[in-house]
């Protein structure tokens, strides 16, 4: 039991390990200058897209070219710039970490 309870102790912490890094890396690239995880800024929360697309098995993909080359309309009429400069590995951790939000 105490091998469970330590195994599933060290899970959470690499997740919030994870978690956090994910965090870094939206910092690293500016996605927080119009993002908050939690309160509409410029454009969405966090965790607003992630409860637009909970359920939705392409939302991944479909942000992933979202993020990558821009867009507008979705959320209001200021558009979010293109991110070409960001690595495709990167925009996946992100877009993911978005979706994650609770």
């Known amino acids: 039991m105490k091998a469970i309870l330590s195994l599933l102790a060290v899970a959470g912490l690499l997740s919030a390990g994870a978690a956090q890094a994910d965090e870094a890396l939206a910092k690293s690239k500016g996605c927080l200058a119009c993002h908050a995880v939690d309160k509409k800024l410029v454009g969405p929360s966090y965790k607003d897209v992630a409860k637009k697309y ?30 070409a400069a960001v690595s495709d590995d990167d925009l996946h951790k992100l877009v993911k970490w978005v979706l994650s939000q609770k």
């Open 54 to 83: 909970a359920g939705d098995k392409t939302a991944e993909a479909k942000l992933v070219e979202k993020v990558k080359k821009g867009g507008s309309g979705v959320w209001g009429p200021v558009p979010m710039p293109p991110n």
